[in-house]
């Protein structure tokens, strides 16, 4: 499946955004979907991810403030962000897994969010 991710921007610390990643297929039968993102000089961290069925993993930083969802007619994930923080500055990376015999993971292209203080 690709990826594409959008929604990324500027913003104020303080405020809210919300980025999307859409599938070029039905995302129903995906059984994991989320979000990484890397800021400049560190490694990619895990943000969050949801399930098929809705469940959902959030890293502990962004508890409260992140919210992931999926709308599976629109074949899109969202991350609403509020509350933003300048540490949350990074390129946010979507990715879907697939579970058969093996995991196949896909990764979307990226979206910056850069929070100015």
């Known amino acids: 499946v690709q990826l594409q991710a959008s929604g990324g921007g500027l913003v104020q610390a303080g405020g809210s955004l919300r980025v999307s990643c859409t599938a070029s297929?039905?995302?129903?039968?995906?059984?994991?979907m989320g979000w990484f993102r890397q800021a400049p000089g560190k490694q990619r961290e895990f943000v969050t991810a949801i399930t098929t069925s809705g469940g959902t993993n959030y890293k502990d930083s962004v508890k409260g403030r992140f919210t992931i969802s999926r709308d599976n007619a629109k074949n899109t994930m969202y991350l609403e962000m509020n509350s933003l923080k300048p540490e949350d500055t990074a390129v946010y990376y979507c990715y879907a897994d697939t579970y058969s015999s093996r995991v196949v993971r896909s990764w979307g292209q990226g979206t910056q969010v850069t929070v100015s203080s």
């Open positions: 297929r039905s995302i129903f039968s995906i059984d994991l």
